[in-house]
């Protein structure tokens, strides 16, 4: 306290004086500012509007951007705290080079010479594809564009893809599959016109809150919510079915299954629209009521009870996120979410279709612009016409474009751990938290000869460990447009500078490329992010993500359009894909999948006797890089906790609040916080993925999805132990060696050194 306060002047008054908003009538004065900028929040995929309230050149205040057609005027509480993100204490301001095994500030120029020098002698001595890049589903799309370009034609590799894998990577394997390209097919209106709408491992009301308005203003749907615990959205539900851990794609074969056994399926539809029907038939034989009850624990009533519901209804949705995604069967499950809709035709409808709702604000856009699982605009990388079409606009030998996919985020890791990748390059995202089996990504890194990790935070676990940091630019510093889930195209603006030296993502690729000698073949007489979006909307031009009509003024005009938006296109009108029932596959029928379920890979047993699932609370955001400095966020949820089911608890001899350890083969987690809770059934526990302190992911195994390559968070084996480590402020309550997360963290001694 300072003196005046301690004689008992009033030191505070500016804190406590308040005036009158013309928006929001009496407020704190500090809340008021100069102008207010609008923008596309840059959190989840969900893509409200939002205004930021700009005060003597800082970020003072978030609120709604009332015209924008998503939001209809709410945010949900992350939202309406984002403008304390920019001034966070931790943003990255300067770039950091390790030398003698510090991280010391240089220059710009220094950096990115020394970046490009160690990129190219690391190529010259192992091969091109010794470089490996890791983008995110954080940056606009134009800077995606870019960024795709400047790696496979710039530094020309392919081994490039985004922690975009990490979460919904089995949606676009999915589509691709069913549908012959990536697209979620309806619209957030279609919430509000089904009159079934099933939600399959998607928790709404924690990941994408604003959707539950959508939910709540359709009076007349019966909601089905499929999910293992009693989530906030699962007690929104009419029928809730708490089924097994990873049974999802049982119950749905099951669902099929009744569905033709009791002709509740439109054989117009099929016979018209589809191939592999009687392949389909057949295999379902294999999915009798009986059976699926056994594997999903659910009863047959219920069962035939959702079968008919979905069959019966006029137009029904079916939601998923990463309940479904987060698998090895993610591929699988949506194939068979897809199964549904084509043997019903619940799709290309208003109020019908399948639906992924994805999970980063642009996550996206990343799939548009491509050069990971696609070629920019959906383009398949095996298909000669495509590359030559692709070749042709950006004017250059067409030897250039890769003809196969390189290697996904996983096998990036594996690479470096097995020393072929040698060079790395992270952009806007956090491994060290976020990655499942963090021993094999800790020995990946630290086998690297040089790191590159750029980033708006520093310190993080993965900045920490980087040779080279580069500080950039984040939301509200910078332009650009993100895509939502509903493949609604909106304007991302710039309200304050980027702090300290600190260069928007954009700024730094087109320096990058100056350095490298390609600026002026790859992006000729580029400027602005203006410049990459107009090469996009022709690049795009013809495709399924048709964004040739949309331009910068048109999105400040509407707010946000949907693609396809070919030149001339309405912007007032929803848009659905498939309404003719034509795909995108090489006869214009979508494809019913036959793919059989099995138990999920790592099955508890009695060294491991629970089933781990995990995800996420509202008030935090992936890695919590940002929101832990948020002060209203992190005081609402300040550390992690373990939900675990009281009967559970009582055979353990445990009770709500003690301090616990999570152990599984690869790792454990010490000092979480217990709560007894019926929202998780028993044999299961439930913990959120967002605390670096006590990261989850010490323990969640390192399965994949065989075709997405999407990792199986969602379910392994671990046992609860009672800890010695106090679960509130991390201190032992007697020796005891250091946590398993805090010894095998990797060191880096410095490639510069
Ligand atoms: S629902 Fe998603 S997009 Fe909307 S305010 Fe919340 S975090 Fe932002």
């Known amino acids: 306290m300072n003196w005046k306060r301690a004689v008992g002047l009033d030191n505070l008054s500016k804190e406590y004086a308040f005036a009158r908003s013309e928006s929001t009538g009496y407020t704190s004065a500090q809340k008021i500012p100069d102008h207010w900028v609008p923008t596309t929040c840059g959190?989840?995929?969900?893509?409200?509007?939002?205004?930021?309230?700009?005060?003597?050149?800082?970020?003072i205040a978030s609120r709604p951007f009332a015209m924008h057609p998503v939001n209809r005027g709410k945010l949900c509480p992350k939202g309406l705290s984002e403008h304390y993100i920019i001034d966070a204490e931790n943003r990255a301001k300067y770039p950091l080079l390790r030398k003698a095994g510090k991280l010391v500030r240089v220059g710009w120029d220094e950096a990115l010479e020394m970046m490009v020098e160690r990129f190219r002698a690391t190529q010259k001595k192992y091969g091109p594809e010794s470089l490996g890049v890791l983008s995110t589903g954080q940056l606009v799309t134009e800077e995606f564009y870019t960024l795709g370009k400047l790696v496979q034609l710039g530094f020309g590799t392919n081994n490039y893809d985004g922690n975009t894998t990490l979460c919904m990577a089995s949606a676009v394997s999915g589509y691709k599959i069913s549908f012959g390209s990536d697209g979620p097919p309806g619209a957030y209106e279609d919430l509000q016109q089904a009159d079934v709408v099933l939600l399959i491992g998607a928790n709404l009301a924690d990941n994408h809150p604003i959707l539950c308005q959508y939910l709540e203003a359709n009076r007349n749907k019966t909601l089905i919510v499929a999910d293992p615990r009693?989530?906030?959205?699962?007690?929104?539900?009419?029928?809730?079915?708490?089924?097994?851990?990873?049974?999802?794609?049982?119950?749905?074969h099951g669902i099929a299954h009744i569905l033709i056994r009791y002709n509740l399926v439109d054989r117009a539809y099929i016979d018209k629209h589809t191939s592999g029907f009687a392949e389909l038939e057949r295999f379902l034989d294999g999915y009798p009521p009986e059976r699926v009850a056994e594997i999903t624990g659910l009863s047959q009533e219920t069962i035939f009870k959702t079968a008919l519901l979905y069959g019966r209804a006029k137009a029904a949705f079916i939601g998923w996120t990463m309940g479904v995604n987060h698998s090895t069967l993610g591929t699988a499950t949506v194939n068979a979410i897809c199964n549904l809709a084509l043997?019903?035709?619940?799709?290309?409808?208003?109020?019908?279709?399948?639906?992924?709702?994805?999970?980063?604000?642009?996550?996206?856009?990343?799939?548009?612009?491509?050069?990971?699982?696609?070629?920019?605009?959906?383009?398949?990388?095996?298909?000669?016409?495509e590359r030559a079409e692709l070749a042709a606009i950006w004017g250059v030998d067409e030897s250039r474009l890769p003809a196969k996919r390189g290697l996904a985020y996983p096998d990036i890791v594996e690479a470096a751990v097995a020393k072929k990748i040698r060079a790395l390059w992270i952009i806007a995202t956090n491994p060290l938290v976020s990655y499942p089996n963090q021993d094999v990504l800790g020995h990946g890194l630290s086998n690297l000869d040089f790191l590159v990790v750029q980033d708006g935070y520093h310190p993080t676990p993965t900045t920490e460990l980087a040779d080279l940091v580069l500080p950039a630019a984040i939301w509200g510093e910078k332009e650009g447009t993100y895509t939502n889930s509903e493949r609604r195209v909106s304007k991302v603006n710039k309200a304050v500078e980027p702090q300290g030296e600190a260069r928007s993502d954009f700024d730094i690729f087109l320096a990058v490329a100056e350095k490298l000698g390609c600026r002026d073949e790859l992006y000729p007489g580029w400027t602005t992010v203006e410049d990459a979006f107009n090469e996009w909307r022709r690049v795009s031009k013809g495709r399924l993500c048709d964004y040739s009509g949309i331009s910068y003024p048109l999105l400040a005009e509407q707010g946000a359009v949907q693609w396809p938006f070919p030149e001339g296109a309405d912007p007032k009108c929803t848009s659905r894909l498939y309404s003719d029932g034509e795909f995108q596959t090489s006869d214009g029928r979508a494809k019913l999948v036959c793919t059989d379920w099995v138990p999920f890979p790592e099955q508890p047993n009695t060294s491991y006797p629970f089933v781990l699932n995990t995800g996420r609370t509202v008030e935090h955001w992936h890695t919590r890089t940002k929101t832990k400095e948020v002060p209203i966020l992190e005081r609402l949820s300040p550390r992690a906790w373990l939900e675990m089911n009281p009967r559970d608890a009582k055979r353990l001899g445990m009770r709500s609040h003690d301090s616990v350890d999570i152990v599984s083969r690869r790792g454990s987690v010490r000092g979480v916080e217990l709560r007894l809770t019926e929202i998780t059934a028993p044999g299961q526990v439930f913990m959120p993925f967002h605390f670096a302190e006590t990261n989850v992911n010490e323990v969640t195994q390192d399965a994949f999805d065989p075709i997405s390559r999407e990792p199986n968070y969602k379910q392994c084996a671990v046992r609860i132990e009672r800890s010695p480590v106090n679960a509130r402020n991390g201190t032992r309550r007697r020796s005891l060696k250091a946590p398993v997360g805090i010894l095998s963290r990797p060191t880096r001694p410095g490639a510069n050194a």
């Open 343 to 385: 043997l019903t035709g619940h799709i290309g409808r208003a109020g019908a279709s399948p639906f992924s709702i994805t999970g980063q604000c642009n996550a996206m856009g990343t799939r548009e612009a491509g050069f990971t699982s696609s070629l920019p605009g959906y383009r398949k990388f095996d298909n000669a016409v």
């Open 43 to 59: 959190y989840c995929s969900v893509g409200c509007g939002i205004e930021v309230g700009v005060k003597d050149g800082r970020a």
């Open 230 to 252: 009693v989530s906030k959205t699962a007690m929104m539900a009419d029928i809730h079915l708490p089924l097994k851990p990873r049974s999802d794609l049982a119950l749905l």
